[in-house]
T-cell receptor, first 112, second 114 residues
Framework: NAGVTQTPKFQVLKTGQSMTLQCAQD?????MSWYRQDPGMGLRLIHY???????DQGEVPNGYNVSRSTTEDFPLRLLSAAPSQTSVYFC???????????FGDGTRLSIL | SQQGEEDPQALSIQEGENATMNCSYK?????LQWYRQNSGRGLVHLIL?????REKHSGRLRVTLDTSKKSSSLLITASRAADTASYFC??????????????FGKGTHLIIQP
């Protein structure tokens, strides 16, 4: 089983550029979420989705958009990249928000 | 805001010794989870303890939960070099059925010396 797959693994952007981080899961999970991990900060929730067509904001949503057109995919869009968005981004999925989450291996994003 | 806070931030022990990490949190919870993160990888779920449980075991892992003190501990017995990783506690806020995900602490970085 592939589990949760994130692409790309690494990306360097210039300030003001936009891009989409991809996340796909093959476990038929309804719940998916995006976190960012910064040194000394742990993981912080950006956006989450409880099913296709339903998304909501987490703790740090500003500068990011999400959509959920299928159960399998949950892309994260950076609208206009800023240096403060330099981070490692993790996607996770599970059957519900309160059960153990399955994480991808992350996308390491640098904004110059 | 950070819900869980792990202590210590870093821990270095000899192989074969026991490692204990602590987690404190601020608000009521439904359950508390512990995750491991190896360098450059995603988080892997280790164990979940519900708010009405006090202790749980899984192999060499022992987790305790004290809801009156809003704290949890993770004990790894007979440590191995492969246990070297960062360990995070995560709580789901008891938000009346809300689905807003987990809140993670900052983690304990564990180093097992051979």
């Amino acid at each position: 089983n592939a589990g949760v797959t994130q692409t790309p693994k690494f990306q360097v952007l210039k300030t003001g550029q936009s891009m989409t981080l991809q996340c796909a899961q093959d476990m038929n999970h309804e719940y998916m979420s995006w976190y960012r991990q910064d040194p000394g900060m742990g993981l912080r929730l950006i956006h989450y989705s409880v099913g296709a067509g339903i998304t909501d904001q987490g703790e740090v949503p500003n500068g990011y958009n999400v959509s959920r057109s299928t159960t399998e995919d949950f892309p994260l869009r950076l609208l206009s990249a800023a240096p403060s968005q330099t981070s490692v981004y993790f996607c996770a999925s599970s059957g519900s928000p309160r059960v153990p989450q399955h994480f991808g291996d992350g996308t390491r994003l640098s904004i110059l | 805001s950070q819900q869980g806070e792990e202590d210590p931030q870093a821990l270095s022990i000899q192989e074969g010794e026991n490692a204990t990490m602590n987690c404190s949190y601020k608000t009521s919870i439904n359950n508390l989870q512990w995750y491991r993160q190896n360098s450059g990888r995603g988080l892997v779920h280790l164990i979940l303890i519900r708010s009405n449980e006090r202790e749980k075991h899984s192999g060499r892992l022992r987790v305790t939960l004290d809801t009156s003190k809003k704290s949890s501990s993770l004990l790894i017995t007979a440590s191995r070099a492969a246990d070297t990783a960062s360990y995070f506690c995560a709580t789901d806020r008891d938000s009346g059925g809300g689905a807003d995900g987990l809140t993670f602490g900052k983690g304990t970085h564990l180093i097992i010396q051979p």
